[in-house]
Nanobody, 123 residues
Framework: QVQLVESGGGLVQAGGSLRLSCAAS????????MAWFRQAPGKEREFVAA????????DYAGSVQGRFTISRDNAKNTVYLQMNSLKPEDTAVYYC????????????????WGQGTQVTVSS
């Protein structure tokens, strides 16, 4: 398993942008598919975006398609989530996860999780 630490969350106005980062420890980072999930208060954790081990393939939830971009830098053991045109409904704790499935993944497909970073979008 890898250890994951998210950063980059914060408070932003609607229409603004944030970039989340997730730093991974260990030499096997490049073997994992990586994903971002989020959980809003009172709601279940939901899939946001995923990227394959090479970075060549990505998948997005319909609610963020065209606004969010996931990418990774295997040389830096880091995965990113660029979030543009943010909406109040994007407010949630965002979690980074490592696993072996990047296409239409479920949370159960991921073995390692970060502690989460809060994103708050004001209207």
């Amino acid at each position: 398993q890898v250890q994951l630490v998210e950063s980059g969350g914060g408070l932003v106005q609607a229409g603004g942008s944030l970039r989340l980062s997730c730093a991974a420890s260990g030499r096997t980072f490049s073997l994992y598919a990586m994903a971002w999930f989020r959980q809003a208060p009172g709601k279940e954790r939901e899939f946001v975006a995923a990227v394959s081990w090479s970075g060549s393939n990505t998948d997005y939830a319909g609610s963020v398609q065209g606004r969010f971009t996931i990418s990774r830098d295997n040389a830096k053991n880091t995965v990113y989530l660029q979030m543009n045109s943010l909406k109040p409904e994007d407010t949630a704790v965002y979690y980074c996860a490592a696993g072996f499935r990047w296409a239409a993944p479920q949370s159960t497909d991921f073995q390692s999780w970060g502690q989460g970073t809060q994103v708050t979008v004001s209207s």
